[in-house]
């Protein structure tokens, strides 16, 4: 903490159930809802510098960064995406 007792904390989410997305987002295991995951956020205030914010969220991000290969990982998200932003189109 500094001397200004300013807490900066990194946020790392994945996927979390909001209406942003344009539709109606079910919660799951892995999608949690905004009340669960903004609960989860909160008590991590002040103990890590960095956070994925939701226990599964944690899950996941270890896999992705520490299993599989980088360049795999770019390119799932780039099909996630363009498939995402394909089907908004329509």
Known sequence: MSVLDVIIQSVKPYFVATKMVGRKVPTSFFV??????????LATLGLESETFGY???????????????????????????TSFLYKRRK
């Open 32 to 41: 949690p809802s905004t009340f669960r995951f903004s609960s989860s956020l």
């Open 55 to 81: 226990f599964t969220h944690w899950i996941q991000g270890s896999i992705l960064v520490h299993l599989i290969p980088r360049w795999l990982n770019l390119t799932l998200l780039h099909k996630a995406v």
